[in-house]
C-alpha cells in the first residue's frame, strides 16, 4: 500500500520544503519508490528541484484539466523519484485552488496520481487554510517541522487544532507521524529553553530522535537545487535525513507488528 505524508506547519520558514526533499530523496536512496508534490500555490518543491527546466505544467494544470498525469510526473535524471510541481500559477489561481481543495479536487487529483508508489510526500503552504485542509485530508500521516524558536512552538496548539478538526470530520485515520526539530543548533541559550518548553507540553513518543541539524550547506544545495545527498561537502546533514528515513521506516514496522495475537502461541508454523 503507498503511504501519502504530508509535510505541514502552520508556519513558513521551518522547513517542510526542505524535508520533503530531503526525505524523499533519502527514502529513495533505501529503496523506496517516492514521488514528491508541491501543494503550496509558492512552489517551493519547484523551485528547490528547478523543475522549471523541465516543465511548467503542475497541479493547476491537473485541476484546470488541461494537462495530464504524463505531463506533469517528472522523473528526476535517473528515474528513482518522481516530482510533481504546483505549475505556471498566477494570483488568481490560488483562490480557485483553495476553492477546488475545499470541494475534494486537490485531494481526488493527488490520489489518482500516487498508485504505483511506496512515499508519496506532499509539500503544504503554511497556515491553516482550504489547501492545508485538503493535503491533511488525503493524507495517512503528517509530519510536523519544528524550529525551537518560542514564536513556532507557542502556535503549535492551533495547528493542532485544525489537525483534530480534519480527524472529526474529514479523515479519522489521520495520524501524527512525528514532529521533527529542524535547524537544531546545540549552543543558543533561548533554543535550550524554547526545546525543554516543547519536551515538556508533549509526550516524548511524539518527536523522531533524529534531530535536523542548522547546517549552511543545506543553503549551498539549496542553490544547486539538489538533495544534500548529492552534494559531496554535506554528506554530514546529508546523514541526518537518511537516519531520519531510517526512523520512519523503523516506526512504520514496528506500528504494524504491533506484537503478536493468540493465533502464533504455538510457534510460527
Ligand atoms: N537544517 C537546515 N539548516 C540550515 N538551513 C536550513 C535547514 N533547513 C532548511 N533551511 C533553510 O531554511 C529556509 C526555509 O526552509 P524551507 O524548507 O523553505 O521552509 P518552509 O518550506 O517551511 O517555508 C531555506 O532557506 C532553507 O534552505
Ligand atoms: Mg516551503
Request: net charge positive; proline share 5%; hydrophobic share 40%.
Amino acid at each position: 500500500m503507498n503511504k501519502i505524508i504530508a509535510i505541514a506547519s502552520h508556519k513558513g520558514g521551518v522547513g517542510k520544503t526542505t524535508t520533503v526533499l530531503n526525505l524523499g530523496f533519502s527514502l529513495n536512496q533505501l529503496g523506496q519508490k517516492v514521488m514528491i508534490i508541491d501543494g503550496d500555490p509558492q512552489g517551493g518543491i519547484a523551485v528547490a528541484s528547478n523543475l522549471k527546466k523541465r516543465t511548467n505544467l503542475g497541479i493547476i494544470n491537473l485541476i484546470k484539466n488541461d494537462a495530464s498525469p504524463k505531463d506533469v510526473i517528472i522523473p528526476t535524471r535517473d528515474k528513482t523519484m518522481s516530482v510533481v510541481g504546483i505549475g505556471a500559477i498566477e494570483p488568481e489561481d490560488v483562490l480557485f485552488m483553495e476553492k477546488e481543495a475545499l470541494r475534494g479536487n486537490l485531494g481526488r487529483i493527488i490520489q489518482s496520481i500516487s498508485k504505483g508508489f511506496d512515499y508519496i510526500l506532499l509539500d503544504s503552504p503554511a497556515g491553516l487554510g482550504g489547501i492545508v485542509t485538503a493535503l491533511l485530508t488525503v493524507s495517512h500521516s503528517i509530519i510536523i517541522p519544528i524550529n525551537c524558536r518560542s514564536i513556532v512552538v507557542k502556535t503549535i496548539p492551533s495547528f493542532l487544532k485544525l489537525i483534530n478538526r480534519v480527524r472529526d470530520k474529514l479523515n479519522p485515520s489521520l495520524r501524527i507521524e512525528g514532529m521533527l526539530i529542524n535547524m537544531f543548533t546545540g549552543n543558543k541559550t533561548s533554543e535550550t529553553e524554547v526545546y525543554n518548553e516543547i519536551m515538556k507540553q508533549f509526550p516524548p513518543t511524539v518527536f523522531f530522535n533524529t534531530l535536523i541539524p542548522f547546517d549552511e550547506k543545506v543553503e549551498q544545495a539549496s542553490i544547486k537545487a539538489i538533495p544534500v545527498g548529492l552534494l559531496p561537502e554535506a554528506q554530514n546533514i546529508a546523514r541526518a535525513y537518511i537516519d531520519l528515513a531510517t526512523e520512519l521506516k523503523i516506526r512504520e514496522i514496528q506500528k504494524n507488528m504491533g506484537g503478536v495475537g493468540d493465533e502464533y502461541a504455538e510457534g510460527l508454523f
